[in-house]
């Protein structure tokens, strides 16, 4: 059961833009948890780009600060990353992490999306 479905990657010139939505079904989303986005690249190991802390405030890697915007629709359960100024160094495979209820732990379900290829040429 795919549960967590991510779209929006694709291959761009260097200084364009792309948007990545991440769609949850199921009790796997919850707005009072950590979710966010992580990336990696060939050889390298998974880094995060941007979430949102359980209180709701955001946190950007140094690389991508002033370029990518991390939001989210809670009535859709949905989280979106918008890419501007792409450079080649982004191009990676994009996960997004969202988490939820289990059992006591509100945010005790931690869900995976499949990934998603951005591919930034120069």
């Known amino acids: 059961q795919v549960q967590l479905v991510e779209s929006g990657g694709g291959s761009v010139q260097a200084g364009g833009s792309l948007k990545l939505s991440c769609a949850a079904s199921g009790n796997i989303f919850s707005s009072r948890c950590g979710m966010g986005w992580y990336r990696q690249a060939p050889g390298k190991e998974r880094e995060l780009v941007s979430r949102f802390s359980n209180d709701g405030t955001t946190l950007y890697a140094d690389s991508v600060k002033g370029r990518f915007t991390i939001s989210r629709d809670n009535a859709k359960s949905t989280l979106y990353l918008q890419m501007n100024s792409l450079k080649p160094e982004d191009t990676a495979v994009y996960y997004c992490?969202?988490?939820?209820?289990?059992?006591?732990?509100?945010?005790?379900?931690?869900?995976w999306g499949q990934g998603t290829q951005v591919t930034v040429s120069s």
């Open positions: 992490k969202v988490r939820g209820r289990a059992g006591l732990d509100p945010c005790g379900r931690e869900t």
